[in-house]
């Protein structure tokens, strides 16, 4: 039992712990606080779904149905495409994004803005998706420092978690990780296969927890709108190269 239930561990977080479209979404909401536990919470339930049929054996029922995996390769290609082109979108925009958790990170933050103003003299306008920080928000921001800074409308949850199903749901790899890869191996281990996957889920409930919660310390970093240009950049190639890998033959 012990020895089925580590071995889950090990190998789901192996699998888990890598650079990806859904780690990423995870990341980045850990950043901006928000919703980051529910998003946490919705990737580990998905992948203790996918393990427990997996491990119940429906890898060799998908065997048998190639044109389905097809089905959700062509759909999670457009779907990375378009969540890929968007970042790009928000990346090269110039009027970006700053991390502002609460109102006493407001005057710092203006200031960050204002220590690197446009070469041109003007200060970037707040695209309708964003708010200029004010008084209002907390703390007093000084006259001269302008509203160069912007913060994103708070996102709705239920958006939030339908990126995110999409995100897990349309990507082949996270079948050929959980259902094929982990299931065989789970078959292993014989009766004590659902120890395996009780290992799996675990590691997965604690790497999304973990990433959610830990991704918060890294707001002192992003608190201006080129911060947030450049992790938009990583993104955005990111998803677009999963994207292609989904449908590049070979």
Do not use: K
């Given at each position: 039992?012990?020895t089925?239930?580590?071995?889950?561990?090990?190998?789901?977080?192996?699998?888990?712990?890598?650079?990806?479209?859904?780690?990423?979404?995870?990341?980045?909401?850990?950043?901006?606080r928000?919703?980051?536990?529910?998003?946490?919470?919705?990737?580990?339930?998905?992948?203790?779904a996918?393990?427990?049929?997996?491990?119940?054996?429906?890898?060799?029922?998908?065997?048998?149905?190639?044109?389905?995996?097809?089905?959700?390769?062509?759909?999670?290609?457009?779907?990375?495409?378009?969540?890929?082109?968007?970042?790009?979108?928000?990346?090269?925009?110039?009027?970006?994004?700053?991390?502002?958790?609460?109102g006493?990170?407001?005057?710092?933050a203006?200031?960050?803005?204002?220590?690197?103003?446009?070469?041109?003299?003007?200060?970037?306008?707040?695209?309708?998706?964003?708010?200029?920080?004010?008084?209002?928000?907390?703390?007093?921001?000084?006259?001269?420092?302008?509203?160069?800074?912007?913060?994103?409308?708070?996102?709705?949850?239920?958006?939030?978690?339908?990126?995110?199903?999409?995100?897990?749901?349309?990507?082949?790899?996270?079948?050929?990780?959980?259902?094929?890869?982990?299931?065989?191996?789970?078959?292993?281990?014989?009766?004590?296969r659902?120890?395996?996957?009780?290992?799996?889920?675990?590691?997965?409930?604690?790497?999304?927890?973990?990433?959610?919660?830990g991704?918060?310390?890294?707001?002192?970093w992003?608190?201006?709108?080129?911060?947030?240009?450049?992790?938009?950049?990583?993104?955005?190639?990111?998803?677009?190269?999963?994207?292609?890998?989904?449908?590049?033959?070979?």
């Amino acid at each position: 039992m012990t020895t089925a239930l580590l071995a889950g561990f090990g190998l789901g977080l192996s699998l888990i712990v890598a650079i990806g479209a859904q780690n990423l979404f995870v990341l980045r909401q850990g950043v901006r606080r928000e919703h980051a536990v529910a998003v946490a919470a919705v990737c580990a339930v998905s992948d203790a779904a996918l393990i427990a049929l997996g491990v119940s054996g429906l890898g060799f029922v998908l065997h048998g149905a190639p044109w389905l995996v097809t089905a959700v390769r062509w759909a999670g290609f457009a779907f990375l495409l378009c969540y890929g082109l968007l970042a790009a979108r928000r990346a090269l925009r110039r009027s970006g994004e700053a991390l502002v958790v609460d109102g006493a990170d407001a005057p710092a933050a203006a200031a960050r803005a204002t220590a690197h103003p446009r070469r041109d003299g003007q200060r970037d306008a707040p695209s309708r998706h964003e708010c200029p920080v004010s008084p209002d928000a907390g703390g007093s921001v000084p006259p001269d420092a302008g509203a160069a800074v912007a913060v994103a409308a708070p996102a709705r949850l239920l958006p939030v978690l339908a990126t995110c199903l999409a995100l897990t749901w349309l990507n082949p790899h996270v079948y050929l990780d959980t259902v094929f890869l982990l299931g065989s191996v789970a078959s292993t281990h014989g009766a004590d296969r659902w120890w395996f996957a009780a290992g799996a889920v675990t590691a997965s409930v604690v790497w999304f927890l973990a990433l959610a919660l830990g991704a918060r310390y890294l707001g002192r970093w992003l608190a201006t709108p080129r911060a947030w240009r450049i992790l938009d950049g990583v993104i955005a190639v990111v998803m677009i190269a999963i994207a292609v890998s989904l449908v590049w033959p070979g």
